[in-house]
């Protein structure tokens, strides 16, 4: 017999929110002191991921020792909620938009065609003209739509492209990225039937910045070879380095190519809110599709990406379909069903979780929270800079600096005792369990990555940090030297 029945009444809303809400409202609290990295392997921790793995019972369980049960799962895992985790591009998770998720997961409206919650529709409509229009500066008459990712908003951005450039023959289609360009576009590109050998990785100048003549070149090569580049593909800011690609140029040259310019923003276009990111980024106003990412850099929940297009009208050609069962269904007057501008059918009402946030807050908190994180890495940055032991290759255009141990001199076997020392410095920065580190390679050496973005992350654990590189820089000492 189940405690629960399958319909809950109002006592039983509140007796299981509460429930839930208290353990929340303490995990919340907790965050600050949580270790960064809570994945250790021990036996206890591969029994608990064996329960987990159990089917469910005939009959149902008690819902305290299920929270119990997932305390334990949740605990159990690297704290990307948490100030100390400075890895791939993390946001940390508003509270406000996992509320309005709440909110729209317990009322279940359908969000795939307008007709059916036309102000739930209207409401998504308008996070997504904010994001085309004010974070991107698109103009009148853009639009695009809510994904579950960066991914999906690339892969998206690649169909539309490839439709609008290519039509129903895609054979010959190129594509320009580079080789910081995140993988979700070569992936995308080969989802979209583009060849990989398709994909082309223009060179980079030594700012690893996708060089606009080099792309030129490339393009006038293969149309020479009977190709047909289609889609150039410029970051604003990648995942590696946060290095913003030459926009405007990159602009002009699909301007002058009649192709597609797709910006992947998806860690950096949110900076476009603040006066530095706007210069930073100028440019990416020119783009035909950019993809945000507010699981990113709006310090929403994993789960939402976005796509915003110059002419939504792109998106429909690439996407749109229908079946019998449709038949009943009509279109709102003046809002998008966003079943025909993407893959899903089904599209949940993702609007919520960004909404909210942003009308409760207000936009200003979000610009002051990047611009936080801007001066954050500008103070990383400093820092490394002046500690002899390392070398930091890149001045940071966003929130990630990039750092590894100095050389002792330019031999091939200096490089790799920097390398083997860069690996321990990170294990020992790692080890304290206050932070959370990852690293890259560039230029073929063994690089660490600082990448500052969650909301929770203040100057007090961004001056922890640098203690901690500072001591394992210490520490290390002539480690770095090839005879050490
Ligand atoms: C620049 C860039 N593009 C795309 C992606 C993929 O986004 P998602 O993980 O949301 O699918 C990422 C993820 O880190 C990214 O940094």
């Avoid at 629960?4 to 509140?14: D, F, K, N, P, S």
């Avoid at 080789?179 to 990785?201: D, E, F, P, Q």
């Avoid at 930091?392 to 590894?404: A, E, G, I, M």
Wanted: proline share 5%; hydrophobic share 40%; glycine share 10%.
């Amino acid at each position: 017999m189940s405690h629960y029945a399958l319909e809950t009444g109002h006592a039983g809303v509140h007796a299981m929110g509460g429930l839930v809400l208290e353990r929340i409202a303490r995990f919340v609290d907790g965050l600050a002191e949580r270790p960064a990295d809570n994945v250790v392997s021990t036996s206890a921790t591969a029994s608990l991921v064996q329960s987990f793995l159990a089917p469910p019972p005939e009959s149902g369980r008690d819902l305290m020792t299920l929270l119990g049960c997932l305390d334990d799962a949740v605990d159990c895992a690297v704290e990307t909620a948490g100030p100390g985790f400075l890895t791939a591009v993390p946001g940390g998770g508003l509270y406000s938009s996992a509320l309005g998720e709440f909110y729209a997961r317990a009322t279940n409206r359908y969000g795939s065609l307008a007709v059916a919650a036309p102000a739930l529709a209207a409401l998504e409509e308008s996070v997504v003209q904010w994001m085309a229009r004010e974070v991107c500066g698109l103009p009148e008459g853009s639009g695009g739509l809510l994904t579950s990712g960066g991914s999906m908003a690339n892969f998206t951005a690649v169909v539309a492209a490839r439709q609008d450039g290519l039509g129903d023959d895609i054979g010959d289609g190129t594509i320009y990225t580079t080789r910081y360009t995140h993988h979700s576009v070569a992936k995308a590109a080969r989802l979209a039937g583009i060849k990989l050998g398709n994909v082309r990785m223009v060179p980079c100048d030594e700012d690893l910045k996708m060089d606009p003549a080099a792309a030129a070149a490339m393009i006038h090569a293969d149309r020479v070879a009977g190709l047909r580049p289609f889609l150039i593909v410029g970051s604003a800011g990648t995942t590696d380095t946060g290095t913003v690609d030459p926009l405007n140029a990159l602009a002009d040259l699909a301007e002058r190519e009649q192709m597609w310019f797709h910006v992947d923003g998806a860690y950096g276009g949110f900076f476009r809110l603040t006066d530095r990111g706007r210069q930073t980024l100028a440019g990416l106003e020119r783009a035909d599709s950019v993809t945000l990412d507010p699981h990113k850099t709006l310090f929403l929940p994993f789960g939402t990406g976005a796509l915003v297009v110059r002419d939504p009208a792109t998106l429909r050609a690439a996407h749109s379909g229908s079946g019998s069962y449709l038949q009943d269904v009509s279109s709102y007057d003046g809002l998008p069903d966003y079943a025909d501008m993407g893959l899903e059918l089904s599209h949940e009402v993702r609007g919520l979780r960004i909404w909210l946030p942003l009308h409760l807050h207000g936009v200003a908190a979000f610009r002051e929270a990047l611009d936080e994180k801007l001066d954050l890495a500008r103070q990383v940055h400093e820092h490394l800079t002046a500690l002899p032991a390392l070398e930091v290759p890149l001045r940071p255009d966003l929130s990630t600096v990039v750092f590894r141990v100095r050389p002792h001199d330019t031999t091939e076997a200096a490089a790799e005792a920097a390398d083997q020392a860069t690996r321990r410095l990170l294990d020992g920065v790692n080890a304290s369990r206050r932070v959370l580190l990852h690293s890259t390679m560039l230029d073929g050496r063994l690089t660490i990555r600082v990448c500052v973005v969650s909301y929770r992350t203040h100057k007090d654990h961004i001056d922890k940090l640098l203690e901690l590189i500072a001591s394992e820089a210490r520490r290390l000492g002539p480690a770095s030297r090839t005879d050490g």
